[in-house]
């Protein structure tokens, strides 16, 4: 799998629109782009996922550049509860392709 | 739909002892499973992958004489930790990947294993 390149850390504003950015320049046409995020003693939980079209869900946008070499993940309106660890992983989808996880950014979402 | 519990949330044992931890798909089917292991301020390290019916994949550097893996049915994983140390301690999360829809994969809350 492709690896990624994240800011370790950023912090944001509460109700301000996050933006994670990530870099994926060895990207293959045919791994998708993944965004999990981690809160403090839990589970990674799956945010969004994309190919080359942008994506939107009841939790964020992906934003993903026409040459797929990067991409950022938004947070619409930022609450304290978004506080966590965000991954972006890139993946060849098949039923034992497994995730690898990089560093993250850890992000910070203040009052 | 698609929730993953692992048991127990949290363990301490003595060290010498072995510990089990379950991994179960509540309400789907899970072909495959990955064990993890996280250490503080570190990311998830994938241990082995989990396939129903036959042997685990370890990663490199993984003793699988260590962290044995069982995956005897299309819900439930466990990972037994034998002859457990201090440096076992660490957050053990597992992941299930439905059968059928590669795309997503879902996590476990995750065991927090402690040896004293």
């Known amino acids: 799998d492709a690896k990624t390149t994240q800011p370790t850390s950023m912090d944001c504003a509460e109700g301000r629109a996050a933006n994670l950015p990530c870099n994926h320049s060895?990207?293959?046409?045919?791994?998708?782009v993944y965004w999990y995020r981690q809160i403090h003693s839990q589970g990674p939980q799956y945010i969004i996922h994309g190919l080359k079209n942008n994506e939107t869900n009841e939790m964020a946008s992906l934003i993903i550049t026409e040459d797929r070499k990067s991409s950022t993940l938004i947070l619409p309106h930022a609450t304290l509860r978004d506080t966590a660890v965000y991954y972006c992983?890139?993946?060849?989808?098949?039923?034992?392709?497994?995730?690898?996880f990089g560093g993250g950014t850890r992000v910070l979402v203040k009052p | 739909g698609a929730v993953v519990s692992q048991h127990p949330s949290w363990v301490i044992c003595k060290s010498g002892t072995s510990v089990k931890i379950e991994c179960r798909s509540l309400d789907f089917q899970a072909t495959t499973m990955f064990w993890y292991r996280q250490f503080p301020k570190q990311s998830l390290m994938l241990m082995a992958t989990s396939n129903e019916g036959s042997k685990a994949t370890y990663e490199q550097g993984v003793e699988k004489d260590k962290f044995l893996i069982n995956h005897a049915s299309l819900t439930l994983s466990t990972l037994t930790v034998t002859s457990a140390h201090p440096e076992d301690s660490s957050f053990y999360i597992c992941?299930?990947?439905?059968?059928?829809?590669?795309?997503?994969?879902?996590f476990g809350q995750g065991t927090r294993l402690t040896v004293v």
């Open positions: 060895t990207i293959s046409g045919n791994e998708y």
């Open positions: 992983i890139v993946r060849v989808v098949s039923a034992g392709n497994k995730l690898t």
């Open positions: 992941s299930a990947r439905r059968q059928g829809m590669e795309l997503e994969a879902f």
